[in-house]
């Protein structure tokens, strides 16, 4: 908008001078409103109405920075796909190759002269191929949780809040609501799984271990723990020499509820 004075315009300076201070003036409150929606946006979370039945895509991550697992929320069979950081095929290895780097000078420079095929065919002839391509990240195993008579269940609900890193399963079997909360611990380096029925004596399940890896072992150290241990997988030739050891404990913490007439 054009600004009059006295039936006369301004010089165009000011007239500028107005224009672009508007249009800095909305700049400004645009980012202050984008920032203030920001700020109070923080119950972020990824929420679905449905189990993740077997589709590992579907589980939701839950993850420390050493150890990680995937929750599958199902109500009726709980699967807790667990990992670690230093789990991996194979063992302490070299798959460099000597002699090799006059070769790659010239390897770079028909590339850099746009001579693919002369670089190509240079690799093939100069370039054996190494012993092996690195070795792979492998998952620690399964955690099972079996609640029996869950098969059939009303107000499904799972989430993972992305500010507390916490997943939440919770449905409803008959007149009991049941919800499992698990995270990984970074301090404690643990993940912790709370199982809750909001009726006395509600909870009845089965825990169990499997693992793709042999030779591997389940077995209970002490009352209420279940442990796996294992040792990696061969590849490409490199023997698994990664041992793992995985240690469930299991702690029951009743609640009393007091009522006051």
């Not at 796909?81 to 090799?100: A, C, F, H, I, T």
């Not at 010239?106 to 095929?117: C, D, P, S, T, Y």
């Not at 008579?149 to 993972?160: I, M």
């Not at 009845?204 to 279940?226: I, M, Q, Y």
Request: charged share 20%; aromatic share 10%; hydrophobic share 35%.
């Amino acid at each position: 908008m054009i600004r009059m004075n006295n039936s006369k315009f301004l010089p165009n300076d000011k007239i500028m001078f107005r224009r672009n201070s508007k249009h800095s003036i909305l700049f400004i409150l645009l980012i202050l409103v984008c920032s203030l929606a920001w700020a109070q946006d923080k119950n972020l979370k990824l929420w679905y109405q449905s189990p993740a039945g077997s589709t590992w895509e579907a589980a939701l991550p839950i993850g420390n920075g050493r150890i990680a697992a995937m929750v599958y929320g199902n109500p009726q069979t709980e699967y807790i796909k667990l990992n670690e950081s230093s789990v991996w095929s194979g063992g302490p290895s070299r798959n460099d190759l000597e002699g090799l780097l006059p070769v790659l000078s010239e390897v770079r420079k028909l590339i850099f002269e746009g001579k693919n095929a002369e670089a190509s065919t240079l690799i093939k002839q100069k370039m054996p191929q190494r012993t092996n391509n690195g070795m792979k990240f492998q998952p620690v195993g399964d955690l099972k949780l079996s609640f029996p008579g869950h098969d059939v269940f009303t107000n499904y609900y799972r989430e993972l809040d992305l500010e507390t890193a916490v997943t939440k399963t919770q449905y409803t079997v008959g007149n009991t609501t049941y919800t499992r909360e698990i995270f990984a611990s970074k301090p404690d380096n643990v993940i912790v799984i709370q199982l809750k029925g909001d009726k006395p004596s509600s909870l009845h399940f089965t825990a169990s271990f499997s693992t793709e890896h042999k030779p591997s072992s389940v077995s209970a150290p002490a009352k209420n723990s279940l442990a796996l241990e294992g040792l990696t997988g061969d590849h490409e030739g490199v023997k698994g020499m990664i041992k793992f050891y995985s240690l469930l404990k299991i702690k029951t913490i009743y609640f009393y509820r007091h009522e006051f007439y």
